[in-house]
C-alpha cells in the first residue's frame, strides 16, 4: 500500500520513489567503483612496485599515509559539521513543511523519507570532495610541518620567507576549506529553515523562530569570522608578490592604500558578524544578514584590483618608457609615476652615443 502526496492534480507515490532512489544509490555506488576505485587501485599497484624496485618504498608509504590521514581528517570534519547542521535544521515529518506551502500556495508532501536521503548523500559527496583536495596537497601539509627556515626575513610583515613558502599555502587553503563548508551548511541550513516555515524570508510568512536565528546568525558569524580571517592572514601576505607595480612586490599603493582596505574589510567582516547576531537577537536574521553581506561586499570590493596583472604591468612598460624628461645635459629628471613609483629612463647624451 502506498502512500501518495497530491500536488494539485499530480499524485507522487513515495514508496515507488524511495525504491527509484535505492536503486540510483546502487548505480551510483558502482559508478563510484568503476570510475574512481579501479582507477585508483591500478595507479596504487604500479607506483607500488615502481617505488620498491628502486628502493624507495619508504617514500611511498609516507606519501600514502600522509594521503589517508588528511582524506580522513578533512573530509570527516567537514562531514561532522555539514551533517550536524542539516540534522538539526531539516524536517522531522511532513506536517513541518505544511505552513512554507500553504504560504506560496503549493501541497505540501510526504518528505519525512526522502529528505535524510538526499541531505545526507549531499554531505556524503561535500566530504568526499574536501577530502580528495586535501589528500591532493599532501606534500604541502608535510613541507609545512617540516620545512624550517631560511634566515631571510621580509622586512614588511617581519616574518621569515620559509612562512610565505611552506606555511601560508596549506593555511590558505585550510581556511579556503572550512569557509566553502561553512557557506554550503549556512545556504542549506537557510533553505530548510524556509522549507519548514521557521525563516521568514517571503513577507506573508511568519516570524522567525529563535532556535532557527540562531543557528542561522551562528552560521553567518562564522563564515564572516573565516573571512575576516583570510583576509588577515593570506590576502595582507600576497601583497609581497603583488604584480601591481612594474617589479614583484608590495609597491607604495598596495602598502599605503591596499594594506590599510584589506585591514578595513577585515574590520568590516567582524562587524558584519557582530551585526547578524544582533539581528538574531532580534527575531531580524534575514534582513540583517543581507545588509551585512551587502555592506561586506562593498567594502572589499575596491580592494581587488580591477585589471588583470598582466594588463597593468604592460600599462606600466608603456608609462614607464615616456617617464624621464631628457635636460640639456642628457641626463634625465624623475616623473612620479600612479601608485608612488619613480620611474627612471636613462637618457644617453649626444656625446656619449658618438663615443659609443
Given at each position: 500500500?502506498?502512500?501518495?502526496?497530491?500536488?494539485?492534480?499530480?499524485?507522487?507515490?513515495?514508496?515507488?520513489?524511495?525504491?527509484?532512489?535505492?536503486?540510483?544509490?546502487?548505480?551510483?555506488?558502482?559508478?563510484?567503483?568503476?570510475?574512481?576505485?579501479?582507477?585508483?587501485?591500478?595507479?596504487?599497484?604500479?607506483?607500488?612496485?615502481?617505488?620498491?624496485?628502486?628502493?624507495?618504498?619508504?617514500?611511498?608509504?609516507?606519501?600514502?599515509?600522509?594521503?589517508?590521514?588528511?582524506?580522513?581528517?578533512?573530509?570527516?570534519?567537514?562531514?561532522?559539521?555539514?551533517?550536524?547542521?542539516?540534522?538539526?535544521?531539516?524536517?522531522?515529518?511532513?506536517?513541518?513543511?505544511?505552513?512554507?506551502?500553504?504560504?506560496?500556495?503549493?501541497?505540501?508532501?510526504?518528505?519525512?523519507?526522502?529528505?535524510?536521503?538526499?541531505?545526507?548523500?549531499?554531505?556524503?559527496?561535500?566530504?568526499?570532495?574536501?577530502?580528495?583536495?586535501?589528500?591532493?596537497?599532501?606534500?604541502?601539509?608535510?613541507?609545512?610541518?617540516?620545512?624550517?627556515?631560511?634566515?631571510?626575513?621580509?622586512?614588511?610583515?617581519?616574518?621569515?620567507?620559509?612562512?610565505?613558502?611552506?606555511?601560508?599555502?596549506?593555511?590558505?587553503?585550510?581556511?579556503?576549506?572550512?569557509?566553502?563548508?561553512v557557506v554550503i551548511s549556512l545556504i542549506a541550513v537557510v533553505l530548510l529553515y524556509a522549507l519548514k516555515g521557521?525563516?521568514?524570508?517571503?513577507?506573508?510568512?511568519?516570524?522567525?523562530?529563535?532556535?532557527?536565528?540562531?543557528?542561522?546568525?551562528?552560521?553567518?558569524?562564522?563564515?564572516?569570522?573565516?573571512?575576516?580571517?583570510r583576509l588577515w592572514i593570506v590576502s595582507r601576505a600576497e601583497l609581497l608578490a603583488s604584480t601591481t607595480g612594474?617589479?614583484?612586490?608590495?609597491?607604495?599603493?598596495?602598502?599605503?592604500?591596499?594594506?590599510?582596505?584589506?585591514?578595513?574589510?577585515?574590520?568590516?567582516?567582524?562587524?558584519?558578524?557582530?551585526?547578524?547576531?544582533?539581528?538574531?537577537?532580534?527575531?531580524?536574521?534575514?534582513?540583517?544578514?543581507?545588509?551585512?553581506?551587502?555592506?561586506?561586499?562593498?567594502?572589499?570590493?575596491?580592494?581587488?584590483?580591477?585589471?588583470?596583472?598582466?594588463?597593468?604591468?604592460?600599462?606600466?612598460?608603456?608609462?614607464?618608457?615616456?617617464?624621464?624628461?631628457?635636460?640639456?645635459?642628457?641626463?634625465?629628471?624623475?616623473?612620479?609615476?600612479?601608485?608612488?613609483?619613480?620611474?627612471?629612463?636613462?637618457?644617453?647624451?649626444?656625446?656619449?652615443?658618438?663615443?659609443?
Amino acid at each position: 500500500m502506498t502512500s501518495p502526496g497530491d500536488f494539485g492534480s499530480i499524485r507522487v507515490d513515495t514508496v515507488a520513489l524511495q525504491r527509484l532512489a535505492k536503486r540510483l544509490r546502487l548505480i551510483i555506488a558502482l559508478v563510484a567503483v568503476a570510475v574512481i576505485g579501479v582507477p585508483w587501485l591500478g595507479n596504487f599497484a604500479v607506483d607500488l612496485l615502481w617505488f620498491r624496485e628502486v628502493g624507495f618504498q619508504e617514500v611511498f608509504t609516507t606519501s600514502l599515509k600522509w594521503q589517508i590521514g588528511m582524506f580522513a581528517l578533512h573530509g570527516g570534519v567537514a562531514f561532522a559539521i555539514l551533517y550536524f547542521n542539516i540534522a538539526r535544521a531539516k524536517p522531522r515529518t511532513s506536517g513541518e513543511v505544511t505552513v512554507f506551502a500553504s504560504g506560496v500556495g503549493a501541497a505540501p508532501s510526504d518528505v519525512a523519507r526522502i529528505l535524510p536521503i538526499l541531505f545526507n548523500g549531499f554531505a556524503a559527496a561535500v566530504a568526499l570532495l574536501t577530502g580528495l583536495s586535501a589528500s591532493a596537497r599532501w606534500l604541502g601539509f608535510l613541507m609545512a610541518g617540516r620545512g624550517g627556515d631560511t634566515g631571510i626575513v621580509e622586512p614588511l610583515f617581519g616574518r621569515d620567507v620559509a612562512y610565505y613558502i611552506f606555511a601560508l599555502p596549506v593555511i590558505g587553503a585550510t581556511i579556503t576549506t572550512a569557509l566553502v563548508v561553512v557557506v554550503i551548511s549556512l545556504i542549506a541550513v537557510v533553505l530548510l529553515y524556509a522549507l519548514k516555515g521557521e525563516l521568514q524570508i517571503l513577507p506573508r510568512q511568519q516570524a522567525t523562530a529563535p532556535s532557527a536565528s540562531w543557528h542561522v546568525a551562528g552560521l553567518a558569524a562564522t563564515a564572516f569570522a573565516l573571512f575576516a580571517l583570510r583576509l588577515w592572514i593570506v590576502s595582507r601576505a600576497e601583497l609581497l608578490a603583488s604584480t601591481t607595480g612594474p617589479l614583484v612586490g608590495a609597491s607604495y599603493t598596495d602598502i599605503h592604500a591596499r594594506l590599510p582596505g584589506i585591514i578595513g574589510a577585515a574590520i568590516a567582516a567582524l562587524a558584519g558578524a557582530g551585526y547578524v547576531l544582533y539581528g538574531a537577537s532580534r527575531g531580524r536574521v534575514a534582513r540583517h544578514l543581507q545588509l551585512a553581506v551587502i555592506g561586506f561586499v562593498a567594502s572589499t570590493s575596491w580592494v581587488v584590483p580591477s585589471s588583470p596583472p598582466s594588463s597593468r604591468n604592460s600599462s606600466w612598460r608603456r608609462t614607464n618608457s615616456r617617464a624621464s624628461v631628457r635636460t640639456s645635459s642628457g641626463t634625465s629628471r624623475p616623473r612620479a609615476r600612479p601608485g608612488g613609483w619613480i620611474a627612471w629612463s636613462p637618457a644617453i647624451s649626444p656625446a656619449t652615443r658618438s663615443s659609443r
